[in-house]
């Protein structure tokens, strides 16, 4: 069963920081990975999708690498602002059988920026 | 506007009190599932569905029932609701093309 670990649980950072958050994966056989951002008791927000087949994705300041292989992706914040402050998770998209495939979710990263 | 909607936003409930949490999607899109946010737990899937009167469990579907009668809608149902269903729910809906999850605003329920 795919498991999903992501560190550290909570970052803090003084604005204007770069910096990278975490995700792990144990299975590697992966459809995509997803990026979210969710404020508190909010939704989630689709930050950057990567595909299987892809190294990495760019929006804006932010840039998010996926090594398949090692069971690895990152997310890099360049230049954070306080806006930035939320939850990130992340999630690996793996097949499940019956020709579904099955969306598994980290914990998330906790940020927060320091004006 | 792509969307994914969810209603009610917030419901505050009792025990054993059934109740239903409709979902729906106007992407055109195959896939839909439920999911509850826990704190500590993470996100966690309850039900999926592959298409239309295609459905299936996901890691907690205890409590729950789904269906999938039309391909835009995909209602979450408590028969009997108890008190450690009290969560936040996410509906998300994705396409067989593999362009992403998109999520609805979700559903906080309390269960009394």
């Known amino acids: 069963k795919q498991e999903v670990t992501q560190i550290p649980a909570a970052l803090s950072v003084p604005e204007g920081e770069n910096l990278v958050l975490n995700c792990s994966f144990t299975?590697?056989?992966?459809?995509?990975l997803q990026w979210f951002r969710q404020d508190p008791g909010k939704g989630l927000t689709s930050l950057l999708l990567?595909?299987?087949?892809?190294r990495e994705q760019t929006s804006g300041r932010l840039n998010a690498s996926l090594d398949k292989s090692s069971g690895r992706s990152t997310l890099y914040i360049a230049a954070s602002q306080p806006g930035d402050s939320a939850t990130y998770l992340c999630a690996v998209r793996g097949y499940s059988g019956a020709g579904s495939y099955q969306l598994t979710f980290g914990k998330g990263t906790k940020l927060s920026v320091i004006p | 506007e792509a969307q994914v909607t969810q209603n009610p936003r917030y419901l505050i409930t009792v025990t054993g009190k059934k109740l239903t949490v409709t979902c729906s999607q106007n992407m055109n899109h195959e896939y839909m599932s439920w999911y509850r946010q826990d704190p500590g737990l993470g996100l966690r899937q309850i039900y999926y569905s592959m298409n239309v009167e295609v459905t299936d469990k996901g890691d907690v579907p205890e409590g729950y029932k789904v269906s999938r009668k039309e391909k835009r809608n995909f209602p979450l149902i408590l028969e009997s609701p108890s008190p450690n269903q009290t969560s936040l729910y996410f509906c998300?809906?994705?396409?067989?093309?593999?362009?992403?999850?998109?999520f609805g605003p979700g559903t906080r329920l309390t269960v009394l």
């Open positions: 299975d590697s056989a992966i459809y995509n």
């Open positions: 990567i595909q299987s087949s892809q």
């Open positions: 998300a809906s994705s396409s067989t093309s593999g362009m992403g999850e998109f």
